[in-house]
């Protein structure tokens, strides 16, 4: 079977000008859509993620095998994408509801999941949102309550979790001793699950403002926070949604804001600039590299920004258009759209869920790219080219002209032939990306 591209009309020839193709650092960060046809709707077990459809992807997770697990919110399920690029429903069916703990998962009802973790028993941990619940799917593929009472609301501490309440919970994390750390989004807090199953604050006072830098965090203010993650150096991060800001717990307790000018005020700003001068706009989730380096869903601004170990910041994906396009461009040229959950591979490249899709960043170099053999080059009108791989998973595949410029993107398999026609000639540049690798090479058309 093959798949043919047809590429739009190219009015400028340049057939001689096979030595003059624009360097465009391929090697930066090229943006791909690998969960998504962009239809709001549940949709598409069974098949390539590419083609599936599903709705708020709120929460995000990457097991140490490179398979992805999604909150799929309004469809109320949880998703999980597997390295070959097949989509599948692990928990959740019909409408949003309460239901099936002590049974199977996929025969639970939930109702907005948005945030989920993975414990060192590869078992799900995910927040139930507006079932004010934490909920667990262990390996045999069984749900459970592990917090709240599903009655909304804020129960005092050193209780036991299964007997607390909670108000939305939205963002989780862990810590390396297995400590469970949950954005109590409407109490304004942050709260966390020891090991023992009781629950604690460990940042906010409940009241919904920002204040308190240089204090203890639980006589902080926090403001409808949506996520929480704990940094290689130990201290815990805090997506302070409408404070607009990022705050830090260090490990004595401190609280204090790294990103935002904290005053509260929305605002986009401060990439490459002073530190402590940046604006945010209700970032709304975060990831954290081995290094330290933060990634920060700044949804109203459609972007997504990085704050480095040393407190800058910049944009790393997204235009600020707040459209959801660009595959196959540099992520800083592309434009998204109101991007709800992040999440990093053990490679250290970037997971990004928009309103109804997840998009894919390399963020590491191509130094071990693989070589594109055309079949034949140069050709006339159509060429063949076969792209190896042990996953047997789709492809985006993205032409671009001599200088630099992307002419069109498609889909292809890997492990088959694909035909690519043209209708122009000239010399035009291949670029082939899937999760697991990259492809490149250039092919002379001639008339």
């Not at 939205?170 to 009781?198: F, W």
Request: charged letters at 20%; glycine letters at 12%.
């Amino acid at each position: 079977m093959t798949k043919k591209l047809f590429i739009a009309k190219i009015t400028q020839l340049s057939i001689f000008l096979v030595t003059t193709i624009s360097p465009f650092v391929l090697s930066a960060q090229i943006i791909t859509t690998i969960v998504g046809d962009g239809r709001s709707v549940y949709g598409g077990d069974g098949g390539f993620a590419s083609k599936a459809s599903l709705s708020t992807p709120f929460g995000m997770a990457i097991d140490k095998y490179g398979n992805i697990y999604l909150c799929d919110g309004l469809g109320n399920k949880i998703r999980k994408v597997n390295t070959s690029g097949y989509i599948s429903t692990i928990a959740g069916w019909g409408s949003a509801g309460m239901s099936g703990d002590g049974g199977p998962a996929t025969a639970a009802k939930l109702n907005f999941p948005s945030g989920i973790v993975i414990d060192k028993s590869g078992s799900l941990i995910f927040s139930d949102s507006y079932n004010h619940r934490i909920r667990k799917i262990d390996s045999a593929g069984i749900i459970s309550t592990i917090a709240g009472t599903g009655v909304s609301g804020y129960t005092s501490d050193d209780t036991l979790a299964i007997h607390s309440r909670l108000n939305i919970p939205s963002g989780l994390a862990l810590d390396d001793e297995g400590n469970l750390y949950i954005a109590d989004r409407m109490n304004h807090r942050i709260r966390k699950i020891n090991t023992s199953g009781y629950i604690t604050t460990v940042a906010g006072d409940g009241v919904p403002r920002i204040q308190g830098d240089g204090k203890s965090a639980t006589l902080a203010s926090i403001n409808r926070p949506n996520d929480v993650k704990m940094s290689p150096d130990g201290a815990l991060i805090i997506a302070d949604t409408y404070g607009n800001a990022i705050r830090k717990i260090k490990e004595d307790g401190i609280i204090f804001s790294i990103a935002g000018t904290g005053d509260g005020f929305s605002g986009f700003g401060g990439d490459e600039g002073v530190i402590g001068q940046s604006r945010l706009a209700g970032p709304f989730a975060l990831a954290i590299d081995k290094t330290g380096n933060i990634y920060v869903a700044d949804r109203n601004n459609n972007r997504i920004r990085r704050i480095d170990v040393t407190g800058a910041i910049k944009t790393v994906v997204g235009n600020g258009a707040g459209t959801s396009n660009g595959d196959g461009n540099l992520a800083v040229e592309a434009s998204i759209s109101a991007p709800g959950s992040l999440a990093l591979d053990d490679a250290g490249n970037l997971y990004i869920g928009e309103s109804n899709k997840v998009r894919y960043l390399y963020l590491k170099d191509y130094k071990n790219e693989a070589k594109i053999t055309f079949m034949p080059n140069p050709c006339f009108k159509s060429t063949t080219v076969f792209l190896p791989s042990m996953y047997g998973e789709m492809v985006t595949i993205s032409i671009y002209n001599n200088q630099g410029q992307l002419v069109s993107t498609t889909e292809g398999p890997t492990n088959r032939n694909i035909t690519l026609e043209f209708t122009s000639s000239g010399v035009y540049r291949v670029v082939a990306i899937s999760k697991h690798g990259k492809w490149s090479g250039t092919v002379v058309v001639m008339q």
